[in-house]
């Protein structure tokens, strides 16, 4: 089958090399492909790089067409994620909402397969309303994202619901909580950038620096294994799958991994108002069902994932 995986960031990256391992036929559209960055996930020479703004909807239909795209993995969001939403609102929510639409809507057109959309843990977390204990005509009876990336996430998976109730499309959404793991580009999340300077600086003899964030951390090459197993799952009863590890990592059981991981690293706290602004996890994902219908279970836990994470910096990256 032909996978097209948009954005060719952290995440797509390793979505596309688990399509390249299951012998798929993989194209990657983005608005701005960091070649450097791929290139230390994947071989260039196995997959089609395409540069093309999913805001356009003909590059969109272009890439489709031209490509023989049977099914599309929309991982594109807003760079920087939650922390992005604040600095470029207008941006992310043009980014986040316009995306999956045109997605959906040449799915609809161009009869494909299926659609997996990249969703995330925020709409369990950092939530507002609620008050009114879900009872009808009551103003505050929603529980709803207290942010805009959570926001835009949430009409995402409802447009894809939509258009699965009344066009016959085949979607799909997945789930993640914090995603961190092997890029060297732009782009990234804040704990991704966080552990990779984390991994630089010990790697480089430098005292290195932890933030303050309680989240659920999922490894790049898990998250890239369960959108892959999305994809191509059959006989599905739900559309809706948590992608995760299962586990709520505190700020100072991530320390203590980090100086398991690294017995000699020279690490301290500080203080950030990024890591202020995040949604504090309070309680793991359910992976259940996920588990039962895709047969996806995490193969990292946070210290398998930093010494893979240190691996890959020391072969790809450090001089």
Same mark, same amino acid.
């Given at each position: 089958?032909?996978?097209?995986?948009?954005?060719?960031?952290?995440?797509?990256?390793?979505?596309?090399?688990?399509?390249?391992?299951?012998?798929?036929?993989?194209?990657?559209?983005?608005?701005?492909?960091?070649?450097?960055?791929?290139?230390?996930?994947?071989?260039?020479?196995?997959?089609?790089?395409?540069?093309?703004?999913?805001?356009?909807?003909?590059?969109?239909?272009?890439?489709?067409?031209?490509?023989?795209?049977?099914?599309?993995?929309?991982?594109?969001?807003?760079?920087?994620?939650?922390?992005?939403?604040?600095?470029?609102?207008?941006?992310? $929510?043009?980014?986040?909402?316009?995306?999956?639409?045109n997605?959906?809507? *040449?799915?609809?057109?161009? #009869? !494909? =397969?299926?659609? /997996?959309?990249?969703?995330?843990?925020?709409?369990?977390?950092?939530?507002?309303?609620?008050?009114?204990?879900?009872?009808?005509?009551?103003?505050?009876?929603?529980?709803?994202?207290?942010?805009?990336?959570?926001?835009?996430?949430?009409?995402?998976?409802?447009?894809?619901?939509?258009?699965?109730?009344?066009?016959?499309?085949?979607?799909?959404?997945?789930?993640y909580?914090?995603?961190?793991?092997?890029w060297?580009?732009?782009?990234?999340?804040?704990?991704?950038?966080?552990?990779?300077?984390?991994?630089?600086?010990?790697?480089?003899?430098?005292?290195?620096?932890?933030?303050?964030?309680?989240?659920? $951390?999922?490894?790049?090459?898990d998250a890239?294994?369960?959108?892959?197993? *999305?994809?191509?799952?059959? #006989? !599905? =009863?739900?559309? /809706?799958?948590?992608?995760?590890?299962?586990?709520?990592?505190?700020?100072?059981?991530?320390?203590?991994?980090?100086?398991?991981?690294?017995?000699?690293?020279?690490?301290?706290?500080?203080?950030?108002?990024?890591?202020?602004?995040?949604?504090?996890?309070?309680?793991?994902m359910?992976?259940?069902?996920s588990?039962?219908?895709?047969?996806?279970?995490?193969?990292?836990?946070?210290?398998?994932?930093?010494?893979?994470?240190?691996?890959?910096?020391?072969?790809?990256?450090?001089?």
């Amino acid at each position: 089958m032909a996978v097209l995986v948009t954005g060719a960031g952290p995440i797509g990256a390793q979505i596309a090399r688990c399509e390249l391992e299951r012998g798929e036929k993989v194209a990657v559209l983005d608005v701005s492909p960091q070649l450097d960055a791929l290139s230390t996930i994947l071989q260039l020479e196995n997959i089609r790089v395409i540069k093309g703004n999913i805001l356009e909807p003909f590059d969109l239909i272009r890439t489709i067409r031209g490509e023989g795209i049977e099914s599309v993995i929309h991982t594109v969001a807003n760079p920087g994620h939650i922390w992005g939403g604040y600095s470029n609102p207008y941006e992310a $929510l043009k980014i986040n909402l316009m995306g999956i639409a045109n997605v959906l809507e *040449a799915a609809r057109v161009m #009869d !494909l =397969k299926r659609v /997996v959309f990249i969703s995330s843990d925020a709409l369990y977390h950092g939530l507002t309303g609620g008050g009114d204990k879900f009872a009808f005509g009551r103003e505050n009876a929603y529980p709803r994202p207290s942010e805009l990336y959570g926001t835009a996430k949430l009409a995402g998976e409802d447009i894809g619901l939509n258009y699965a109730d009344m066009f016959g499309i085949d979607f799909v959404t997945v789930r993640y909580p914090a995603v961190f793991g092997p890029w060297p580009g732009g782009g990234s999340g804040l704990p991704s950038r966080m552990f990779y300077e984390i991994v630089q600086n010990h790697a480089n003899g430098k005292p290195a620096k932890l933030l303050r964030i309680s989240a659920e $951390l999922l490894y790049s090459k898990d998250a890239g294994r369960g959108a892959s197993m *999305a994809c191509h799952a059959t #006989d !599905l =009863k739900d559309r /809706v799958f948590n992608i995760g590890v299962g586990k709520i990592y505190r700020p100072e059981e991530v320390m203590q991994t980090v100086l398991k991981a690294f017995p000699s690293i020279k690490i301290a706290f500080e203080d950030s108002a990024d890591a202020d602004r995040a949604p504090k996890a309070t309680a793991a994902m359910d992976l259940s069902r996920s588990a039962e219908q895709l047969g996806y279970q995490p193969q990292y836990n946070l210290e398998t994932a930093l010494v893979d994470l240190m691996d890959w910096y020391k072969t790809t990256q450090k001089k």
